[in-house]
């Protein structure tokens, strides 16, 4: 029998050096598994693997040694045990996130629901090459929003309000851009220079600055064969209907401009950064 | 500003990250509900992040000063239990 290894890869079967050997990789949405699929994991690789597992580079999980005539059944149990498998191939792969707001002091958006919210309107839609979502709570970038082909970083635009204010000094401290500084009555705001950090929202002791939370997008991130980073054409969003527009715009942009197996970097580049700018600025405002 | 009496001073100069923060938070374990806690700590690392460490852990940050060698004294009073 002829096996179809083109399928294979497009859902999630990696071919190994070994012979009828496949490393199975599974659908991980922002880096979040629960015990009940760590558990049914464990079982898989241990009743058809090695009783290994492989973390791969983008938070996904993968079992190696998967042997061809277990396929069907490898599968049947994992989705019994509630854990899909992952995609491959020239499509929308897994979205990958810290653990923003929800969990860590630093994070200024909700990450996790927000890759839910991508993963399940985008995951696995075929396009002309491999396209890659990340999304990360703050200027910390601790996933790397700019390695991926639309990464969304999250960031508070900030307002300061004179009345709670002390003027303690701890914000015009703590600012890293040099963006704020104390007078005898208050404090003074230069907005050029703020990068949305949030970091005098989060410090403030007596809740002097408010935050409103929004999105930093870059596009055409790419750090494989090619390595450039995402680039921001657009102001911060504040509003998730416009991410998503624009999320729809670049992916309109990239099915109608790139050449088959050809990154989404590549598209923009050839077709020219101004006209991205001004599709995903159209996007941006409906 | 807020008025306020020191009750006790720790000099956490002569530590780096993380134990800045450490020693700050067992000195004000051994104050009472309500003491003020005088700070004595490093410019850098220490004055961006143990201000804001403080106020993750619920207690009130009164004042921040700077001092002229370049040191800084952070003024914080106990959280209420």
Same mark, same amino acid.
């Given at each position: 029998?002829?096996?179809?290894?083109? =399928?294979?890869?497009?859902?999630?079967?990696?071919?190994?050096?070994?012979? *009828?050997?496949? /490393?199975?990789?599974?659908?991980?949405?922002?880096?979040?598994?629960? =015990?009940?699929?760590?558990?049914?994991?464990?079982?898989?690789?241990?009743?058809?693997?090695? #009783?290994?597992?492989?973390?791969?580079?983008?938070?996904?999980?993968? +079992?190696? !040694? +998967?042997?061809?005539? *277990?396929?069907?059944?490898?599968?049947?149990?994992?989705?019994?045990? @509630?854990?899909?498998?992952?995609?491959? @191939?020239?499509?929308?792969?897994?979205?990958?996130?810290?653990?923003?707001?929800?969990?860590?002091?630093?994070?200024?958006?909700?990450?996790?629901?927000?890759?839910?919210?991508? /993963?399940?309107?985008?995951?696995?839609?075929?396009?002309?090459?491999?396209?890659? !979502? #990340?999304?990360?709570?703050?200027?910390?970038?601790?996933?790397?929003?700019?390695?991926?082909?639309? #990464?969304?970083?999250?960031?508070?635009?900030?307002?300061?309000?004179?009345?709670?204010?002390? &003027?303690?000094?701890?914000?015009?401290?703590?600012?890293?851009?040099?963006?704020?500084?104390?007078?005898? *009555?208050?404090? &003074?705001?230069?907005?050029?220079?703020?990068?949305?950090?949030?970091?005098?929202?989060? /410090?403030?002791?007596?809740?002097?600055?408010?935050?409103?939370?929004?999105?930093?997008?870059?596009?055409?991130?790419?750090?494989?064969?090619?390595?450039?980073?995402?680039?921001?054409?657009?102001?911060?969003?504040?509003?998730?209907?416009? &991410?998503?527009?624009?999320?729809?715009? =670049?992916?309109? !942009?990239?099915?109608?401009?790139?050449?088959?197996?050809?990154?989404?970097?590549? =598209?923009?580049?050839?077709?020219?950064? *101004?006209?991205?700018?001004?599709?995903?600025?159209?996007?941006?405002?409906? | 500003?807020?008025?306020?009496?020191?009750?006790?001073?720790?000099?956490? $100069?002569?530590?780096?990250?993380?134990? $800045?923060?450490?020693?700050?938070?067992?000195?004000?374990?051994?104050?009472?509900?309500?003491?003020?806690?005088?700070?004595?700590?490093?410019?850098?690392?220490?004055?961006?992040?143990?201000?804001?460490?403080?106020?993750?852990?619920?207690?009130?940050? %009164?004042?921040? $000063?700077?001092?002229?060698?370049? $040191?800084?004294? %952070?003024?914080?009073?106990?959280?209420?239990?």
């Amino acid at each position: 029998m002829e096996v179809d290894y083109k =399928a294979l890869k497009d859902g999630g079967f990696m071919r190994q050096i070994q012979k *009828d050997h496949f /490393s199975l990789r599974l659908k991980v949405v922002g880096g979040n598994l629960t =015990a009940e699929q760590f558990e049914t994991i464990a079982a898989i690789s241990r009743k058809y693997g090695k #009783g290994t597992v492989h973390l791969t580079s983008r938070q996904g999980v993968e +079992i190696p !040694f +998967i042997k061809l005539a *277990d396929v069907e059944a490898v599968k049947a149990e994992l989705l019994a045990g @509630g854990v899909h498998t992952g995609v491959c @191939g020239p499509r929308v792969r897994t979205v990958t996130a810290c653990q923003g707001s929800a969990i860590c002091p630093s994070g200024c958006i909700d990450t996790h629901g927000l890759a839910v919210e991508i /993963s399940e309107r985008y995951f696995g839609r075929q396009l002309p090459h491999k396209f890659k !979502f #990340g999304v990360t709570g703050c200027m910390n970038n601790c996933l790397k929003a700019e390695e991926n082909d639309l #990464g969304v970083k999250g960031g508070y635009t900030v307002a300061w309000r004179k009345e709670p204010c002390t &003027l303690c000094g701890v914000c015009v401290k703590i600012c890293r851009e040099g963006a704020l500084a104390q007078t005898e *009555d208050g404090i &003074l705001f230069d907005e050029g220079k703020c990068n949305y950090c949030g970091r005098c929202v989060k /410090s403030c002791p007596f809740d002097a600055w408010e935050g409103e939370p929004g999105y930093i997008l870059s596009f055409g991130g790419t750090f494989g064969n090619q390595i450039a980073p995402g680039k921001a054409v657009l102001p911060i969003l504040h509003d998730k209907e416009a &991410l998503f527009r624009v999320s729809d715009a =670049a992916l309109a !942009f990239f099915d109608k401009h790139a050449n088959a197996s050809e990154r989404f970097r590549v =598209a923009i580049d050839r077709a020219g950064w *101004d006209a991205f700018a001004r599709e995903m600025e159209e996007a941006y405002h409906g | 500003m807020v008025d306020f009496q020191v009750d006790e001073t720790v000099d956490i $100069t002569d530590v780096v990250c993380p134990i $800045t923060f450490v020693k700050a938070k067992v000195a004000l374990e051994e104050l009472d509900d309500g003491q003020v806690l005088l700070i004595h700590l490093n410019d850098g690392e220490p004055v961006q992040n143990v201000p804001r460490s403080i106020k993750e852990e619920g207690h009130q940050i %009164l004042k921040l $000063t700077g001092n002229e060698d370049g $040191t800084y004294d %952070l003024v914080v009073r106990k959280a209420g239990g």
